[in-house]
């Protein structure tokens, strides 16, 4: 008897009975060995003692052979296990096989959840939790002029200050974004850069690959203009040679010597930009404008507040100095982690994408527990007669978990795939969403996550059915699975404990995908105050160099307005310093004569708009009272006429008419008075998503840069190339960049809440339909197992509607028990999500509503065919199979 | 003959008791008459060092044990050679011989 071939049960020894088997061998042994002695003639005690003497060392023997039994043992018990696993693992991939339908389901769903888990985690782990790939980023901060809600950037006189006031900084750094045309001599193109303080690469420990990083020398007036470029500009446009550093290019018709190449790998600010100017900033005559984005690296993590403290005292005591250029005295200087600056406003969405996918990971499991009781159920009978052969409980729920743990390891083989082919996905296409795409990996925290995944499925859709397929007494399973059981109660609660989750589960994701959805919508619909089809925009920078005689930029502003009037196509040319839906440039604030700002109170603030006179009439705004700006506006060396927009006169004069009332803008209090002059309708230039709080739009007079709006009578895109061409034809070296139909920039600032209500639409369809597997499955076991029950009420008399409407019953109860639960977990989670809203409360009850009434429609579907099957049942038929 | 019955060499009682199992399973006390008879009590095998014997060749897989019913109906664990046991009986056996062989010419002449 070959031991593969055994049953492996009757190897099993019981713990103790190896010492006890040598005992009685041994006692055998020498019992033997008397009656051999008695039989030649010696006395029992005489026999007795002989045999012992022949023996030799009893007690010694009796260890030895003890010791050496349990060595074999341990030895067999150690094969037996890995062959008992090994053929666990067969039999159940054979099993598995067999049914392709459930292992297929419980794969792709176990395996999405998991997959699409890791990839959020890893982008959220980049984006938000891994620190900044800089030297020492603990360090790190962001300084900020505090006024809350908003975080204001510096001016170039706060800058000064705080680099020639602060002590508790080894440096600070602070930088401007700035487009800049670079030309190789032939044609012109609008690159991103960024205009740096010396200090910059210092400040953030980058080193360059190729030459070296600036120094005090580079931002003194007199000395050569020195940039930074960046990997891909030096192997892009310079070639990639190594003799790049010293070498000189144009930027905006300037001379600038190549400091520096950047390595490829740069941190998160410097991502995507092209070259990095050192600042030429000058003395400020006032203390505003503010663009300057402040970082500062401490001397050391803990003097945090210390330097708090510095940064709110430097600003007190400059206050008074530009006293007249800004009176907000609320305001304050701040820091905060620089991490936290990078990351942004994403919290909440990663947040909600991380919570989605891992709902649908445990759905998913939910739904494979469900499906494997089921199977356990029915193979009730199979288990049984293993345990009646010997199988201890232990085996056979080792013989259920080696199932699940294929199915684990399945999916979490295809988690990996989805997750590798997704971080890739991530990587290209999340930089419209998230930042720091760029250092999403598959790292040890995603693995890690994974690996947790991956063991908390085996236990969650394994664990239980085990421990129920081995529950109760062997007998009393056996004899039931003869008969046609009802499984047992604990089974069935359980398996509508599973059914009702997956609903509550379920419900809160369709709710906020929902809500989601519904802000889509309302943001689809706002108003945007003019017709914005035929509508083309871009971007015209003129390069400084080339326009140094008075009058030039004007010149060259008013030849380009006649030349495109005159394209075929073009009905009406405009200027602007912005453009809708959310590309404005400028806030300024204003003092107004009738409600002037006390001490103590901030002036109030308006987006502010630069335009020319055509503008109103190219977009289509409406004069509502006074008149619009025109060219004697612009030629006024101050500022002494504005248009203002409908909700702007709203806000402030709500009472009366705003027309001919006065303020002083910007803070400056010598300046003369700034008259409104007309009232216009309403557009929106700060976001689809934000209210109508007022426009100021100011006459504009040539400066170097500015948007270009076209409106045409031909599709844009046809008449594209002709502007494109006369603006090449009047100058080469200021190309339009940036452009776009105003309907393309409305699509574009749409994308972000259509792809995340695409992403938790499609997450909330999974679980859905994962939910109605679950509740089909169930009803349809409860129909199949309650076959003799629905036959004899039927030969009872019950009419079939009484059948139909009972089992129906059954499972909407169900149902509608998990979706309830399921609402009142989204009334409290959807608060949490109010600030990705538009148009809709976070407790929207038409939303709540619509995804009751969808759930139970759908689930009354899945409902619908085991409860036709219950009908359909023959009382006959059933009875006699009895 | 000299009298009184020789010490037994290291390692040897294994090989005998492989030897005797080549006749069929058997309890120890079989196996210890048996080793008597063949040897006219020339061997002195202590049972002891029998029964050692017995369960390291257990231990090591060369022999099988199992319980059965002794002849006058006790419950009595009878040993089986196994097939790794039989191989390992053959090589023995050989390096046994090949000794004695090279022992015996050594000692040849007297």
Known sequence: MSEARKPLWYLRRRPGSVASEVDEELATHLQMRVEELMGRGLRADEARREALRQFGDLEFTRRYCRTEDQRKETHVQRGLFVEELWQDLRISLRGLIRVPMLTLTILMTVGLGIGATTVIFSAVDAALLRPLPYADPGRLVRIYTDTPPFKFPFSVADYQTLEAQQTRFTQVAGYQNRSMAYSDGVSAELLRGRVVSWTYFDVLGLKPLLGRTFTSADSQPGNPLAVIVSYSFWQQRLGGRRDAAGQTIKLDGNDYVVAGVLPQTVGPLEQRQDFFAAERWGTPPRKGPFFITALGRLRSETERPLAADELRAINRRMFPLWKVSYQDDKATWSAMDLREYVAGDVGTIAGLSLAAVALVWLIACANASNLLIARVTSRRRELSVRAALGASRGRVVRYLLAESALLAAGASAIGIALAWAGIRLVRVAGAEYLPRTQEIVLGRPSLALMAVMAVGSVLLFGLIPAVHGTGGSVDESLRSATRSATGSPAVRRLRRLLVGSQFAIATPLLVVAGLLLVSLSALQRVDLGFDSRNLLTGSIRLPPAGYQQPGSVQGFWDELQRRLQAVPGVSGVAFADGRPPNEVNNFNNFDLEDFPAGPGQSQPVSPWLAVTPEFFHVMGLSLLQGRLIDERDAQRPNLEAVVVDRAWARRFFPNGSALGKRFKEGGCTTCPWTEVVGIVSEAKYVGLDKPDEGTVYAPWSGSFSRFLVVRTTAPPASVLPAVQRTIRELDASAPLSSVATIDELVARSLQTPRSLSALIGGFAVVALTLSMIGIYGVMAYYVQQHSKDIGIRLALGAARSDVLRHVVGQGMTLVASGTVVGLLTAIVATRLMASLLFGVGAIDPATFAGVFVLVLVVALLACAGPAARATAVQPATVLRNE | ?110
């Open chain 2, 1 to 110: 003959m000299a009298s009184g019955p020789l010490p037994l060499m290291q390692g040897t009682l294994d090989v005998l008791v492989l030897r005797v199992l080549t006749q069929g399973p058997m309890h120890g006390y079989g196996v210890a008459t048996l080793i008597h008879e063949r040897t006219d009590g020339d061997l002195a095998v202590e049972d002891a060092a029998l029964y050692q014997a017995l369960h390291r060749l257990d231990r090591q897989g060369l022999v099988e044990a199992e319980w059965a019913p002794s002849e006058n109906n006790r419950r009595a664990r009878y040993y089986t050679l196994t097939r790794a046991g039989r191989r390992r009986l053959r090589e023995e056996a050989a390096n046994w011989r090949r000794y004695s062989r090279a022992v015996e010419a050594v000692l040849e002449g007297i």
